[in-house]
C-alpha cells in the first residue's frame, strides 16, 4: 500500500476519537477553546495537532510490514536505474519511507525534506514540498540500497515499530504536561472458576494509547501481523523521555 493510502487509513480510522485525543493533550484548554460539537469539520489548527499522531502510525504501520530486505533492495535498485517510475505512485510505503529518509535536495541532513517522497494535498509541512528531482531521487535510492544490504545480516527486534512509534507518541503526549507512569490497577473479573481481584497497567498514557491505537491495530489485524502492545510502548516511552530529560 503506498504511504498516501496509509496516512488516509490512519487519519479515517482516528476520526472518532479525534476530539477525544485532542482533549485529553489539552489542546483545547492550551487554546483556550471551547470543545467543537462532534459534527463540526476539523478546524486547520485541530487538522495540525493531529497529524504528528497520523504520521506516528502510519510510520509504525510501514515498519511493521517489515518487506523482506531482499525485496526492498531490488525496488530500490529499479528506482535508482529508473526514477521515473516514482511519478506512478505505486512504490510500497516500504520503499517510500527508505527514500524518504535518504533523500536530499542540496547539501542539508538526509531527509529533512521527507514530504517530498511521501506528502500529499492534505499533509501539512513547515516547509513547501513538491516531487522530488530524478537525479534526487536516483541518489536517494542508491544510499538507500547501501544501508538496507549494509544491514541484512543485523537481524530486528522483536517488534519493528514499538521503538519508534513510542518515541514519537511520547514526545506528543508530553505536551499534555501528564507523566508517563506505569501504574498498576486492580479489577475485580469473573470468570469459569469464579470471581478473581485481577490487575493491568493503566494510567493516562495507557488512555491515550487506547484512543490512538484502534486504526494501526486493525491495519496490522487485516495483514495478519503482529499488534503493538501497550505495555510495551509504555516502557519504551518512558525509556525515551528518560533519555531526553538527560540530554
Do not use: C
Not at 476539523?42 to 504501520?61: F, G, M, N, W
Not at 522483536?158 to 514519537?168: D, F, K, N, Q, S
Request: proline share 8%.
Amino acid at each position: 500500500m503506498p504511504m498516501s493510502e496509509v496516512l488516509a487509513y490512519m487519519r479515517e480510522g482516528l476520526s472518532p476519537s479525534t476530539r477525544q485525543i485532542l482533549a485529553m493533550l489539552d489542546f483545547y484548554a492550551r487554546k483556550d477553546h471551547e470543545l467543537p460539537s462532534a459534527d463540526a469539520p476539523l478546524t486547520p489548527e485541530e487538522e495540525d495537532e493531529l497529524t504528528p499522531i497520523v504520521s506516528a502510525l502510519t510510520i509504525a504501520a510501514v515498519q511493521s510490514e517489515q518487506t523482506r530486505d531482499s525485496t526492498l533492495a531490488a525496488t530500490l535498485e529499479r528506482v535508482r536505474r529508473r526514477p521515473s517510475i516514482f511519478d506512478q505512485g505505486e512504490l510500497p510505503a516500504s520503499v517510500q519511507w527508505e527514500l524518504a529518509g535518504q533523500l536530499q535536495r542540496k547539501d542539508e541532513a538526509p531527509g529533512t525534506y521527507a514530504m517530498d517522497i511521501w506528502g500529499t494535498s492534505q499533509t501539512r509541512a513547515p516547509y513547501v514540498f513538491g516531487p522530488p528531482t530524478e537525479e534526487n531521487l536516483s541518489a536517494a535510492a542508491e544510499r538507500a540500497l547501501r544501508q538496507v544490504q549494509a544491514r541484512r545480516a543485523v537481524g530486528r527486534s522483536p517488534h519493528p515499530a514499538h521503538r519508534e512509534l513510542a518515541g514519537r507518541l511520547a514526545l506528543i503526549f508530553a505536551g499534555s504536561g501528564r507523566p508517563i507512569a506505569r501504574r498498576r490497577k486492580e479489577f475485580v473479573r469473573r470468570e469459569r472458576r469464579g470471581v478473581f481481584l485481577r490487575s493491568r497497567e493503566g494510567g493516562p498514557f495507557h488512555e491515550f494509547l487506547a484512543l490512538t491505537l484502534p486504526p494501526l491495530q486493525r491495519f496490522l489485524q487485516e495483514r495478519n501481523l503482529a499488534p503493538v502492545t501497550s505495555d510495551s510502548l509504555v516502557r519504551f516511552a518512558q525509556g525515551a523521555r528518560k533519555t531526553s530529560n538527560e540530554a
